[in-house]
């Protein structure tokens, strides 16, 4: 792998950190801008918005830039709004600046996918995407924790700090090895990369990823009251419990890297059987403390290989597309981890306790099984391939 690509995913490690901190932080922000702790959770569903309706909006923006300076304005814009959040001592600037660190973090990540597959030969973009997505696992394994004891130990502003002085080296980094690019008509090249979209296969791809990322997320959102509440288990192992299932992740990521370029059926066969299993014996099991422990590293390395791998065939799919597949991937993933959570929250809410998240994320990969079953089938056989 070129060294540029290891620079995006320290890039995107701390964007993961950003987008993903704020569950540990929102009670002390809360307390510090004097609003409702609901109100300060909206800073989260800010962030998700603004990464779907960023990652295509952000890339169409930026198809008139080199990629190397679309990459630059995208990660300094995404530093400057993170020292203005931290800085600021009004909820409402807060909030703004929230949904602009999101369209930032959305318009890198789609150039940066887009970027580090146009880095590869055209059989390796499976382990090109695996690095980026590493860096959002490195996340949930390292950066969210730490910016969690941060906010204990110096105040929410401070985790805030951390994400713009860890972005600062990417920055420069950037600018020594990404390759500036060359520059194409904006609005001919848009028409012409839209028009992938009408590929059924590319279509089945992102609902696909879409569910299993909801899925995921699902459950990742409300580990910590299900550790705390159902496992029986001290707070004190809610930080434990996180690690494992981002190690898992970036096992799976790992995992999946080449395999997804030389053999994705396996790896979505396999994993896509295994996965709904798994959240039901998970929810089935989640009294049981040692359970907890294997299944959450099993599930999260299940969730990330096969979300992985098919975002690797969104972007075989999109090869019409070079600048925006990237850009449909992350709205997918993004559209899953908004949606994945207020199902969850909505089971949980209607009082059917902390398992009910279990039970839907192992619905929603039936249905994403139920989906590339009936596509497979289809006399186009748009399944991913």
């Not at 060294?3 to 009670?27: D, K, N, R, W």
Request: net charge positive; glycine share 10%; aromatic share 8%.
């Amino acid at each position: 792998m070129p060294f540029a690509i290891y620079v995006l995913g320290l890039a995107v490690f701390a964007q993961g950190t950003s987008e993903f901190m704020l569950s540990g932080l929102v009670p002390d922000i809360a307390a510090d801008l004097n609003v409702s702790v609901p109100a300060a959770g909206a800073l989260t569903s800010a962030f998700a918005a603004g990464m779907i309706v960023g990652a295509p909006l952000m890339a169409l923006l930026s198809l008139r830039w080199p990629r190397r300076r679309a990459l630059l304005v995208f990660l300094v814009a995404f530093v400057l709004v993170h020292v203005a959040g931290a800085v600021t001592t009004d909820f409402a600037v807060l909030l703004v600046t929230r949904v602009l660190g999101a369209l930032a973090n959305a318009g890198f990540l789609a150039v940066g996918i887009a970027t580090a597959a146009g880095m590869v030969p055209p059989d390796a973009k499976g382990r090109a995407t695996s690095v980026l997505l590493g860096g959002i696992t490195l996340a949930c394994v390292a950066g969210v924790p730490a910016g969690a004891v941060l906010g204990q130990a110096f105040g929410w502003r401070s985790a805030f700090w951390a994400v713009a002085l860890i972005s600062l080296p990417a920055v420069l980094a950037v600018v020594r090895s990404v390759p500036e690019g060359g520059r194409e008509t904006a609005v001919p090249r848009a028409r012409r990369e839209l028009r992938t979209l009408r590929d059924p296969r590319l279509l089945v791809a992102l609902a696909l990823g879409a569910l299993v990322n909801a899925a995921t997320f699902c459950t990742f959102t409300y580990l910590s009251p299900l550790v705390t509440e159902v496992s029986g288990l001290s707070e004190g192992w809610v930080p434990v419990i996180l690690a494992l299932f981002g190690l898992g992740s970036f096992a799976g990521v790992s995992a999946a890297g080449r395999l997804s370029d030389t053999r994705p059926m396996p790896v979505l066969l396999a994993g896509g059987l295994a996965l709904p299993v798994g959240w039901a014996l998970f929810a089935y099991a989640a009294a049981v403390p040692v359970a907890v422990f294997v299944l959450a590293f099993v599930q999260g390395a299940l969730s990330f290989a096969v979300g992985s791998t098919l975002i690797a065939r969104v972007l075989y799919a999109a090869a019409g597309a070079p600048s925006l597949g990237g850009s449909f991937a992350t709205a997918a993933l993004n559209v899953g981890a908004a949606a994945g959570p207020a199902l969850g929250g909505a089971v949980i809410a209607a009082g059917l306790g902390y398992r009910s998240s279990l039970w839907v994320s192992a619905l929603l990969v039936v249905v994403a099984l139920a989906v590339a079953g009936l596509a497979y089938r289809s006399p186009a056989s748009v399944a991913p391939r």
